[in-house]
């Protein structure tokens, strides 16, 4: 029964915390620019961090191997630390934006000058990552960022055209007015996968995993969260997504603020919908706050050979504690500049997908080596999915850059 | 059937090295080797730190990251590996091997401040 309500509850855990502002930022706009086009990017990605999410947290179980130690093994030194570098300045950015985007949310809630509100976001992460144990972080933030589902309900609401909604699930290209605009849609299929395959999320699950004490008893359940959680989470993205084009395309609008999206739940809930979303987004950016935070110092740790984990009292694991509050200071003074959230997170998510081949490569060898892995190596189907997967990623990396100087960040 | 010899790159080199507690205590940096040509190779000890780790980057970003991290190294003898799977399990504690992390700065800050010592 245990077992159960732990599988339900991680579950839930999982789908509370699949968005966060990035995604939240990239959803809303792909629907305010396209209409519902591209639902099938979201459905790619969806399934894309599922394959390489579950071979994570499998590796995890059956070795208790995380990600940072398969990419020093696998990649050697030197292009490991190049890896390392790449993926903490990426979990920085993608930190600061989080921050950023929890003293906008505190700022509708309860007002306030914005410096002091990213302070107090400050003050409140580091109290709930020193005094919460792993287990309890978990939970408050996943559980909670559940109330980010009065989106799917305002979607429904806002009644869409489920005929096309289904038709945009396969690949198709929008009418668009000038062939420039095509390459706002590339820049945009590249950063919406980006959003939802964030490298950060296969670092902080398998590193939660080994937090969590799993073995390879744990694989179906890791396999069973996973799917469903990561499936729910997604349908929360397309929800964010077709509010977005039912709001804001008809009206042109382009919405560039994260608080910009509280207005479907405002027009279909009214006050109450507002404060559900608003706590929501609160606990969701938190949530994704801490585990970028945290992701950078399983990274370092796990790459030098440190101890590390919640599950260790922080003497025991001084320089993890030290980086992961580092990274929340440096984070902090990134965004008290007065640097736009949102622009910070369109950078990140950019320099996400270019390290992304470096992060899922090492993985993949390691889950398909028999020796390894033994009965729970890659099947057929999981191996062809993950090569499609790696190559589809290897492309996104390659063109993300030249995009996004291409397109002035998906403006046009 | 296993092979019956050991390939150092891929299975000592860059692996995680865990006490006779299995608290991690770094990785294999580098190898110490002793012989020469037309003698035999053995392995002396396995060396842990960043400057044995620099040693294998190019100059500027070897010289890099000495500034950064330090240049400590440990050299631990090989006969005090005990077993070797994917850890690098040794025969000693990490204190004893001077590897604990009480040696480290980020300790000095972290056990001060409340509730470090406790779960």
């Given at each position: 029964m245990k077992k159960y309500l732990e599988v339900f509850l991680s579950i839930l855990t999982a789908m509370g915390g699949f968005v966060e502002i990035g995604e939240l930022v990239f959803t809303v706009n792909a629907g305010a620019k396209f209409g519902y086009s591209l639902l099938w990017v979201v459905l790619l990605g969806t399934v894309g961090i599922i394959v390489y999410g579950e071979?994570?947290?499998?590796?995890?179980?059956?070795?208790q191997d995380p990600v940072f130690y398969l990419i020093r093994e696998r990649n050697g030194y030197a292009l490991g630390l190049g890896t390392l570098i790449a993926a903490n300045i990426v979990c920085l950015l993608t930190c600061a934006a989080e921050i950023?985007?929890?003293?906008?949310v505190l700022k509708l809630l309860v007002g306030g000058p914005y410096?002091?509100?990213?302070l107090g976001a400050l003050l409140f992460l580091?109290?709930?990552?020193?005094?919460?144990s792993f287990q309890a972080i978990e939970r408050v933030f996943g559980l909670l960022g559940l109330l980010m589902l009065v989106f799917v309900f305002s979607a429904i609401y806002l009644h869409p055209d489920w005929t096309q909604v289904g038709r945009s699930l396969l690949p198709n290209l929008p009418h668009v007015e000038s062939p420039r605009d095509y390459l706002v849609y590339a820049y945009f299929c590249v950063a919406l996968m980006s959003s939802i395959m964030l490298p950060y999320e296969t670092y902080f699950y398998s590193s939660g995993a080994i937090e969590d004490g799993w073995n390879p008893s744990d694989v179906t359940m890791n396999r069973i969260i996973v799917v469903i959680g990561f499936s729910l989470g997604a349908v929360l993205a397309g929800a964010l997504l077709l509010m977005g084009a039912q709001l804001f395309l008809p009206t042109q609008i382009e919405p560039q603020l994260p608080g910009?999206?509280?207005?479907?739940p405002v027009v279909t809930f009214g006050k109450w919908g507002l404060v559900l979303a608003l706590v929501g987004m609160f606990f969701a950016f938190g949530g994704a706050a801490i585990e970028n935070a945290l992701s950078g110092a399983y990274n370092l740790a796990q790459f030098?050979?440190?101890p590390w984990g919640k599950f260790r009292p922080p003497k025991d694991a001084a320089r993890f504690s030290l980086s992961w509050i580092v990274i929340f200071l440096l984070a902090t003074l990134i965004i008290i500049t007065g640097v736009d959230p949102v622009q910070v997170v369109e950078y990140s998510i950019i320099a996400a997908v270019v390290i992304l081949p470096l992060t899922y490569f090492p993985m993949l060898l390691v889950a398909r080596d028999k020796e390894y892995m033994g009965p729970h190596v890659n099947g057929r189907f999981a191996g062809a999915l993950a090569w499609f997967y790696l190559l589809l990623i290897t492309l996104a990396a390659i063109s993300a850059i030249p995009l996004l100087i291409i397109t002035h960040g998906g403006e046009g | 059937m296993k092979p019956d010899y050991l390939e150092m790159a891929r299975q000592v080199l860059d692996r995680q090295v865990v006490d006779a507690n299995n608290v991690p205590c770094g990785k294999v940096d580098d190898l110490q080797l002793e012989g020469g040509a037309g003698k035999q190779l053995r392995i002396i000890a396995i060396l842990i730190g960043h400057g044995a780790a620099a040693d294998r980057l190019p100059e500027l970003a070897k010289l890099i990251l000495r500034k950064v991290m330090g240049k400590r190294t440990v050299s631990v003898p090989w006969k005090e590996v005990t077993v070797i799977t994917n850890r690098i399990k040794l025969g000693k504690t990490a204190r004893e091997l001077k590897l604990d992390e009480s040696r480290s700065a980020a300790f000095k800050i972290i056990s001060a401040l409340p509730g470090a010592w406790k779960k």
């Amino acid at each position: 029964m245990k077992k159960y309500l732990e599988v339900f509850l991680s579950i839930l855990t999982a789908m509370g915390g699949f968005v966060e502002i990035g995604e939240l930022v990239f959803t809303v706009n792909a629907g305010a620019k396209f209409g519902y086009s591209l639902l099938w990017v979201v459905l790619l990605g969806t399934v894309g961090i599922i394959v390489y999410g579950e071979m994570a947290g499998r590796i995890a179980a059956v070795n208790q191997d995380p990600v940072f130690y398969l990419i020093r093994e696998r990649n050697g030194y030197a292009l490991g630390l190049g890896t390392l570098i790449a993926a903490n300045i990426v979990c920085l950015l993608t930190c600061a934006a989080e921050i950023g985007g929890l003293a906008l949310v505190l700022k509708l809630l309860v007002g306030g000058p914005y410096r002091l509100l990213v302070l107090g976001a400050l003050l409140f992460l580091l109290w709930a990552v020193w005094f919460l144990s792993f287990q309890a972080i978990e939970r408050v933030f996943g559980l909670l960022g559940l109330l980010m589902l009065v989106f799917v309900f305002s979607a429904i609401y806002l009644h869409p055209d489920w005929t096309q909604v289904g038709r945009s699930l396969l690949p198709n290209l929008p009418h668009v007015e000038s062939p420039r605009d095509y390459l706002v849609y590339a820049y945009f299929c590249v950063a919406l996968m980006s959003s939802i395959m964030l490298p950060y999320e296969t670092y902080f699950y398998s590193s939660g995993a080994i937090e969590d004490g799993w073995n390879p008893s744990d694989v179906t359940m890791n396999r069973i969260i996973v799917v469903i959680g990561f499936s729910l989470g997604a349908v929360l993205a397309g929800a964010l997504l077709l509010m977005g084009a039912q709001l804001f395309l008809p009206t042109q609008i382009e919405p560039q603020l994260p608080g910009s999206a509280v207005l479907g739940p405002v027009v279909t809930f009214g006050k109450w919908g507002l404060v559900l979303a608003l706590v929501g987004m609160f606990f969701a950016f938190g949530g994704a706050a801490i585990e970028n935070a945290l992701s950078g110092a399983y990274n370092l740790a796990q790459f030098f050979g440190w101890p590390w984990g919640k599950f260790r009292p922080p003497k025991d694991a001084a320089r993890f504690s030290l980086s992961w509050i580092v990274i929340f200071l440096l984070a902090t003074l990134i965004i008290i500049t007065g640097v736009d959230p949102v622009q910070v997170v369109e950078y990140s998510i950019i320099a996400a997908v270019v390290i992304l081949p470096l992060t899922y490569f090492p993985m993949l060898l390691v889950a398909r080596d028999k020796e390894y892995m033994g009965p729970h190596v890659n099947g057929r189907f999981a191996g062809a999915l993950a090569w499609f997967y790696l190559l589809l990623i290897t492309l996104a990396a390659i063109s993300a850059i030249p995009l996004l100087i291409i397109t002035h960040g998906g403006e046009g | 059937m296993k092979p019956d010899y050991l390939e150092m790159a891929r299975q000592v080199l860059d692996r995680q090295v865990v006490d006779a507690n299995n608290v991690p205590c770094g990785k294999v940096d580098d190898l110490q080797l002793e012989g020469g040509a037309g003698k035999q190779l053995r392995i002396i000890a396995i060396l842990i730190g960043h400057g044995a780790a620099a040693d294998r980057l190019p100059e500027l970003a070897k010289l890099i990251l000495r500034k950064v991290m330090g240049k400590r190294t440990v050299s631990v003898p090989w006969k005090e590996v005990t077993v070797i799977t994917n850890r690098i399990k040794l025969g000693k504690t990490a204190r004893e091997l001077k590897l604990d992390e009480s040696r480290s700065a980020a300790f000095k800050i972290i056990s001060a401040l409340p509730g470090a010592w406790k779960k």
